[in-house]
């Protein structure tokens, strides 16, 4: 099996080092188009893969191509390995807001099997968090090998289209949020006299952690933050001056916007 990167970007060599690290695949099936020299010779050198300057290469070659460019590129990169595509070649983007009915259209080769996936950044350090999903003619055993494929840089689920926006709002472009929240929770340190190297790793420790009491407990959020509010404590006085400020309201209009901008890309 030939796994094609069509992209070799930050994502894609996140999801590259994973697959390889995890053992499912071996350098020798990948293969990866840049569009620079300098991209190129780099992602080989780290990862030992064949890479290439030509998308068309990477799409003849891959029984798994992945499309891991920009969404405004979509048009462009489509057309050029429209032609080159293997009718059994399985592909997957990474792009927001280009649908199954978008792609099929793009490639217009109606037997083409297409999958959508949304991961996240910190696929980066393989804690990535990846949406999934496929329409009818994709059999589920190639739907399981995807899953198998994004795991490998963190968790993965299989999610009905109608829920790809949802999923860009609460994950893939969440990351942001959260690094605005440590960064704010820093400041916070700082402005009490805290260095602010230290608060940088005290907020982001604290984040990491409370993230794993969440997956790991299977307790509702709100259940695990009443375990830190003592009656009359420091906890509550700050979770008042929160929802005084309107901290939840906040933070949903900030997803409610990034699905919107979704669909209408």
Do not use: W
């Amino acid at each position: 099996m030939k796994i094609g990167f069509i992209g070799l970007g930050n994502m894609a060599t996140a999801m590259i080092g994973g697959m390889l690290a995890k053992g499912l695949v071996k350098p020798e099936e990948i293969i990866g188009s840049a569009k620079t020299s300098a991209t190129m010779e780099k992602i080989k050198g780290k990862f030992k893969i064949a890479t290439v300057l030509d998308n068309r290469t990477v799409a003849k070659e891959a029984d798994i191509l992945f499309l891991a460019v920009k969404p405004l590129l979509f048009p462009e990169v489509i057309a050029e390995i429209r032609d080159s595509v293997g009718a059994q070649t399985l592909i997957v983007s990474i792009a927001a807001g280009k649908s199954l009915s978008y792609l099929k259209e793009a490639f217009g080769r109606p037997e083409l099997r297409i999958v959508r996936c949304m991961p996240n950044t910190p696929a980066l350090v393989s804690e990535g968090c990846t949406g999934i999903c496929a329409g009818e003619e994709v059999p589920s055993e190639d739907l399981e090998r995807i899953v198998t494929l994004t795991g490998a840089f963190g968790r993965a689920g299989i999610v009905p289209e109608r829920l790809m926006d949802a999923v860009v709002g609460v994950s893939g472009s969440a990351p942001a949020y959260v690094f605005m929240f440590i960064e704010a929770l820093a400041d916070g340190a700082v402005a009490a006299g805290m260095p602010r190297k230290q608060a940088y790793e005290f907020a982001a420790q604290t984040v990491l952690g409370s993230a794993k009491m969440v997956l790991e407990t299977g307790r509702h959020p709100g259940e695990l933050k009443d375990m830190v509010c003592s009656p009359g404590g420091t906890t509550i006085e700050a979770v008042k001056m929160l929802e005084e400020k309107g901290f939840r309201g906040a933070v949903m209009d900030a997803v409610e916007a990034c699905v919107e901008k979704s669909k209408r890309m």
